[in-house]
């Protein structure tokens, strides 16, 4: 456990705790910028809240991004009894919301039960309901509002080398990029730092801070999920073999010289990866390569175990690995 | 009447020819500068009296869902698509202009005489319908219509019960509406009043204008869902008719604006006009396409209840209209005044 | 060159969707010999210009076609050596089934797509069709011999020859949109003995077939006066509606409907009319599922027009189109181009 000592471990834990819901991203954003301010030369937070942070340099101009937010729920409406009914924000599965702990932004914490139904299949996120422990709409309403947006509950457990938590979507990365910033040195580029907003609606935050600074190359750091549970889904991604270097997903098809860098500069510094190849799912790396005329674009991903749960698990090994391989890629001269 | 003449002419997404020019004509003397751009947006511009350079946005989309003719079948009878999301339930036994001469037609089905039992309680999908014209043959009706005509329906407008209005295109001709009336007030900022085309087949036409204008803040009015009838639950409902215009919080095209979103809603509460929120978060509207645009642009959206709505005949409430109107209006007058919190980006 | 002998080299080149690097390097040789300025971009677009007579007045015409192909990727290689494998762009998976592939690794595979063998299935089983997943590729070496040669992530084409059917039939893998492809190396040709004022931006493009990807950045990058894309069309067969489909043989459709300017389809149909091109109509409701789509909201708006070549068995690799309608599709375009030299751009297309 040399690599998570104390100080990395608060850190950690403070950004999984922060509520940060997609759209809600301002608490998160304020942590990571005090975090970071002394050690770039620009900060500035855009229209939509991206946070955007910038190492000056004297090469290229790449683009690092990592998102901020974490899924949730918003509520809709509170019934006459002070119950909540509530919408997904971002990729939320009705089966492992119920019975789960969530928690609003002011502390209050209610718990997911379902309607009583006649077959099993039935179950969606309509059938669910919130319950905060209040007795009348009346009652609720002092605590909570309509369009009020709550996080999962699931607290940072470490367990040897591996820790899982809720949010770890995606600030694991935001995590990732914070020691990249502290511990990079020799400038060959123009670095921006980007924390965005709203991935998990749909690579939104990515979009226009792309447009703005309109990168030579993009990187976005991510989550992705492995193959190595029981009776997983093939997918030769696992836990501790390494970062992965994304070669395509639903949103990107990586480019191919950025990708093969990635694995030179890896191979060159002796740092293990693995090559990720997902079927479903996006990241900011969608948004970035479409951006104006095009942006060579590439990702790397933290293998994480049930992704989109209140238990993401991550390889502290892969974690510090990734580091390492994005400071070397990124301290080369990029042409 | 301004809402008369919007929903009775016809515009389905890709052919709003006839209400474009309705919109020009009402708007051409009310702005400094007009003009149609590359896929039919028409973009008009005031010029502010004090902060020029402060530019705001309003939005509504000129299209109505319809159907477009597919193909004239040797009896002269015609295959048909829909254009945008339309049930194709409410479409059996209803009433139709086809084309730029308006030629009317039916979309009629079996009788229910000839129907076997099971036949009865199957929705017919919109392959198996078509347009009766009342030609013979293929030929007669190739006279008449073409492959690519647009295809709307035949509503009139009508005002029942207690101050309700029955008519086609609601979505959105009710927010055209809106925007035409907050075009006969001056203001301090430069306002741009966008009509835009394709919003039901994709958002299209606000992605392109929202690029050309890039202003500091937007607002979208709309014609929203409302389904407080029987059968849904409370929860269920997304906007109550009659209780206010409804402010959009999030949907799966865009989440609004904070600040705006509380803005809006607040005047209502503070002022005593009547103010809901938008409770289901499926569907999209201009929203989605403009807050992405460029650097990003703070976007809410401010919807009209309407039941049946996609459907010829469509309900809304008159004092909903007139109180968003009013909370438009005061809106826009705080924007005068106050430096909107991170108005400037 | 002929053009079916120019099709024959485009079908059989590999290019999925990605990875289009050998289709890229052909396309882009023949590109050269008739345009003036020829560039690849950041996502590996080929852009071709040919410049018009009237240099003082600039006006842009971008032509698109994808030179992409839909294929496979290599997902897995399991203990035994067999490759699992994922869709690129939208493979129909019934089609897979007992195919011969090629997998570009660091050299080309030979391999095969099988699955559980019929006497081994149970009865249900057999009526459904094989999933992706439950298929894997048979490439005849260990696990270990496999990693030297392949790695994950490794592109799949499947193995076919273009054929030359009776009449003028082809039939070959990837005719979409390497049909397209032709047209426009027709609409080149034709190009060179007609004068046009319009600078032509020629552009094969990549990734349409997973989301217009290609077609996105490089018109932001052209930002053209007008774009018009050529694709396949469903092509009829006795199973399908008249309403979905177009004829092979009767030339090439003219699209219309909401990606479509009014205008730019009247103005197709004419020249069609007045040049005794036969045409059909191609109506589409709201998205045309072409580069069109991307062109026509690129920036402040670009008026687009589609032409579709008639292709039966579409995303097969037994692909079927007509070598006349590829042909007549190309001169129609550069008839078309050619009758815009005296018209005033911002009257004719003004709403």
């Known amino acids: 456990m040399d690599f998570m000592d104390n100080d990395k471990v608060l850190l950690l834990d403070k950004l999984l705790n922060t509520f940060g819901p997609s759209g809600n991203e301002e608490d998160v954003s304020k942590i990571i910028e005090k975090e970071i301010e002394s050690h770039v030369d620009e900060i500035h937070r855009d229209a939509m809240g991206n946070l955007i942070a910038f190492k000056k340099g004297k090469g290229k101009k790449i683009m690092i991004s990592a998102h901020m937010d974490e899924i949730g729920l918003i509520i809709t409406h509170i019934d006459q009894n002070g119950f909540l009914r509530f919408s997904n924000i971002g990729g939320v599965s009705h089966s492992l919301s119920n019975g789960q702990r969530v928690q609003f932004k002011n502390g209050t914490i209610g718990f997911i039960s379902n309607e009583h139904l006649d077959e099993k299949e039935d179950l969606k996120l309509e059938k669910l309901f919130i319950d905060i422990g209040v007795s009348n709409k009346e009652e609720a309403e002092n605590k909570v509002s309509i369009g009020d947006v709550v996080s999962f509950y699931g607290p940072l457990v470490i367990n040897n080398n591996r820790g899982f938590s809720k949010a770890m979507d995606n600030r694991i990365s935001c995590f990732v990029l914070i020691e990249i910033i502290k511990r990079i040195k020799n400038n060959n580029n123009n670095i921006y730092f980007v924390f965005t907003v709203q991935e998990e609606l749909g690579i939104r935050g990515a979009k226009t801070s792309a447009y703005r600074i309109n990168p030579d190359l993009g990187i976005a750091v991510d989550v992705t999920k492995t193959g190595d549970t029981p009776k997983a889904q093939l997918m030769e991604v696992s836990l501790g073999n390494g970062p992965a270097i994304k070669i395509l997903d639903a949103s990107i098809i990586c480019h191919p010289k950025v990708k093969e860098l990635l694995i030179s500069t890896a191979i060159e510094f002796n740092i293990p990866y693995q090559l990720e190849v997902l079927e479903k799912g996006g990241t900011d790396a969608g948004a970035i390569h479409l951006t104006r005329d095009g942006i060579p674009t590439g990702a790397v991903s933290i293998p994480t175990r049930y992704i989109h749960s209140p238990g993401e698990m991550v390889d502290f090994e892969d974690v510090k690995n990734a580091i390492q391989l994005l400071i070397k890629f990124l301290e080369k001269e990029i042409n | 009447m301004l809402l008369k003449k919007l929903t009775e002419a016809i515009g389905v997404s890709g052919g709003e020819h006839e209400v474009r020019s309705v919109i020009v004509k009402e708007i051409t003397d009310k702005v400094d500068h007009m003009y149609i751009d590359k896929i039919g947006n028409i973009i008009a511009y005031k010029k502010g009296n004090k902060n020029p350079n402060k530019r705001v946005m309003l939005s509504a989309h000129m299209d109505e869902v319809g159907l477009i003719v597919v193909n004239i079948e040797d009896s002269g009878l015609i295959k048909f698509k829909s254009v945008g999301g339309i049930d194709p339930r409410v479409l059996l036994s209803k009433i139709v202009y086809i084309g730029e001469n308006f030629i009317s037609g039916v979309i009629g089905t079996k009788a229910i005489h000839l129907q076997e039992i099971e036949e009865r309680k199957k929705a017919l999908k919109i392959k198996d319908l078509y347009i009766d014209i009342g030609t013979s043959n293929k030929e007669e009706t190739e006279n008449l219509i073409n492959i690519g005509d647009y295809i709307a329906f035949n509503s009139k407008y009508i005002e029942f019960g207690n101050n309700l209005i029955k008519a086609k295109a609601l979505d959105d001709r009710v927010g ?24 039901e087949v994709g958002l299209r036409g606000a992605k392109v204008a ?14 929203t869902t409302c389904s407080d009838v029987p059968g849904t639950e409370s929860h269920e409902y997304a906007t109550r008719l009659g209780e206010g215009p409804a ?13 705006i979103a509380k803005t809006l809603y607040q005047i209502g509460i503070d002022n005593n006009i009547p103010v809901q929120y938008k409770k289901t978060t499926f569907g999209g509207n201009d929203s989605g396409a403009i807050h992405l645009t460029k650097e990003g642009i703070r976007t809410g959206a401010i919807s009209i209840p309407c039941r049946y709505i996609h459907s010829p005949s469509s309900v809304m409430n008159k004092n909903d209209y007139y109180n968003c109107i009013k909370i438009i209006n005061l809106f826009l007058e705080k924007i005068e005044g106050e430096d909107f919190h991170g108005f400037h980006g | ?12 080149v590999s290019g999925v969707s990605g990875s289009e690097i050998k289709a890229s390097s052909l396309i882009d040789e023949i590109f050269k010999k008739t345009c003036d300025k020829v560039k690849i971009d950041a996502l590996g677009n080929i852009i071709a210009l040919k410049s018009g007579n009237n240099r003082t007045n600039n006006r842009k015409i971008m032509i698109a076609a994808h030179m992409d192909e839909i294929g496979l990727m290599v997902k897995n290689i399991d203990k035994s050596g067999f490759l699992q494998f ?42 459904k069709s094989t999933r992706m997943e439950d298929l894997y590729i048979d490439i005849g070496l260990s696990e270990k011999d496999a990693r030297k040669q392949i790695s994950i ?4 084409t499947i193995n076919r020859s273009f054929t030359y059917l009776k009449g003028k039939s082809v039939s070959g893998k990837a005719l979409d949109n390497r049909a397209g492809i032709a047209a426009i190396i027709q609409c080149m040709k034709e190009l060179k003995y007609i004068k046009h004022y319009l600078d032509v931006y020629f552009v094969a493009t990549v990734q349409e077939e997973v989301g217009l990807r290609g077609a996105t950045t490089s018109s932001f990058n052209i930002i053209p006066d007008i774009g018009i894309a050529i694709d396949v069309g469903h092509g009829r067969t006795p199973d399908l509606a008249k309403e979905d489909t177009i004829e092979l043989g009767k030339g090439p459709a003219i699209a219309l409907g909401a990606n479509i300017h009014p205008k730019i389809y009247k103005r197709l149909v004419d020249i069609a009319k007045e040049y005794n ?28 027009g589609l032409l579709s ?10 692909e079927l189109a007509n070598i006349n309608d590829i042909k007549l599709t190309g001169r129609l375009l550069a008839l078309f181009i050619a009758s815009i030299n005296d018209t005033d751009l911002e009257e004719w297309l003004c709403y």
């Not at chain 2, 402010?247 to 600040?259: L, T, W």
């Not at chain 3, 036969?278 to 069109?292: F, H, K, L, M, R």
Request: some cysteine; hydrophobic content about 40%.
């Open chain 2, 176 to 199: 055209c509406a809106i925007l035409i009336e907050m075009l006969d007030k001056e203001y301090d900022f430069s306002l741009y009043t966008i009509f835009t085309v394709q919003e």
């Open chain 2, 210 to 223: 929202a690029f050309h204008v890039n202003p500091d803040i937007a607002l979208v009015v709309e014609g």
């Open chain 2, 247 to 259: 402010i959009s919080i999030m949907d799966a095209a865009s989440y609004s604006d904070k600040d």
């Open chain 3, 1 to 12: 060159m002929l053009i079916e002998n120019i099709l024959e080299k485009l079908s059989n």
């Open chain 3, 86 to 127: 994922i869709n690129v762009g939208g493979i129909d998976e019934r089609t897979l089934l007992a195919q011969e592939v090629i997998v570009h690794g660091k050299n080309d595979i030979f391999g095969i797509i099988g699955a559980k063998p019929p006497h081994l299935q149970k009865k249900e089983e057999q009526n």
């Open chain 3, 153 to 156: 992530g490794d592109f799949i």
């Open chain 3, 277 to 304: 091109i036969p045409y059909q109509i191609e109506v589409n409701p709201s998205s045309s599922g072409t580069d069109a789509w991307a062109i026509q909201v690129t920036q402040s708006g670009v008026p687009t």
């Open chain 3, 309 to 318: 070549i008639p292709l039966r068995y579409m995303h097969t690799s037994v």
